[in-house]
T-cell receptor, first 114, second 113 residues
Framework: AQSVTQPDIHITVSEGASLELRCNYSYGATPYLFWYVQSPGQGLQLLLKYFSGDTLVQGIKGFEAEFKRSQSSFNLRKPSVHWSDAAEYFCAVGLNSGNTPLVFGKGTRLSVIA | DAGVIQSPRHEVTEMGQEVTLRCKPISGHDYLFWYRQTMMRGLELLIYFNNNVPIDDSGMPEDRFSAKMPNASFSTLKIQPSEPRDSAVYFC???????????FGPGTRLLVL
């Protein structure tokens, strides 16, 4: 069965600092990988996704993620964090593209300090 | 497009009462998913539909939960009777078969006292 691990429950970074959120997945084949962001009281917004091809994918709001098959990882990065990035971030894996259920990690809560 | 619409946004009820959550998917989408988010278990799939037909309901916790999709533009998730452990945020998401992304609604925050 698929599973997703986000090792960090809570991360605090200073505004302007770089950010890396970790995600490891367990799945036999190459999965479909997603990062979603959830602001307080809001739904989930897709940041980026990986299906195939270039292992470094660019997303919205200046985020990027790199797929590393050898490490079963799909870490999310941002070179310079803004206060508005404070939110909960979820990594998810799917068997197929959008039309199969997603398995989510437990999430990483990001706090940004001045 | 208005996006996925869920109602109500917040629901407070007493144990034993019936609760009905509603979802309107994005027009034209043929897949609809219900997820539940709790502190203990995170985000989990409850059930999903394709062309109004339930495909997988293995995530539905027990018989107290039921979901329907009478037409392409409306789905309900019903809990009867509700229990305090059902307190959670319930999300609805929709997508097209050829799409690569599930679009989530704002969620319904349910509190069962």
């Amino acid at each position: 069965a698929q599973s997703v691990t986000q090792p960090d429950i809570h991360i605090t970074v200073s505004e302007g600092a770089s950010l890396e959120l970790r995600c490891n997945y367990s799945y036999g084949a190459t999965p479909y990988l997603f990062w979603y962001v959830q602001s307080p009281g809001q739904g989930l917004q897709l940041l980026l996704k990986y299906f195939s091809g270039d292992t470094l994918v660019q997303g919205i709001k200046g985020f990027e993620a790199e797929f590393k098959r050898s490490q079963s990882s799909f870490n999310l990065r941002k070179p310079s964090v803004h206060w508005s990035d404070a939110a909960e971030y979820f990594c998810a894996v799917g068997l197929n593209s959008g039309n199969t259920p997603l398995v989510f990690g437990k999430g990483t809560r990001l706090s940004v300090i001045a | 497009d208005a996006g996925v619409i869920q109602s109500p946004r917040h629901e407070v009820t007493e144990m034993g009462q019936e609760v009905t959550l509603r979802c309107k998917p994005i027009s034209g989408h043929d897949y609809l998913f219900w997820y539940r988010q709790t502190m203990m278990r995170g985000l989990e799939l409850l059930i999903y539909f394709n062309n109004n037909v339930p495909i997988d309901d293995s995530g539905m916790p027990e018989d107290r939960f039921s979901a329907k999709m009478p037409n392409a533009s409306f789905s309900t998730l019903k809990i009867q009777p509700s229990e305090p452990r059902d307190s959670a945020v319930y999300f609805c998401a929709s997508t097209l078969d050829r799409e690569e992304t599930q679009y989530f609604g704002p969620g319904t925050r349910l509190l069962v006292l």
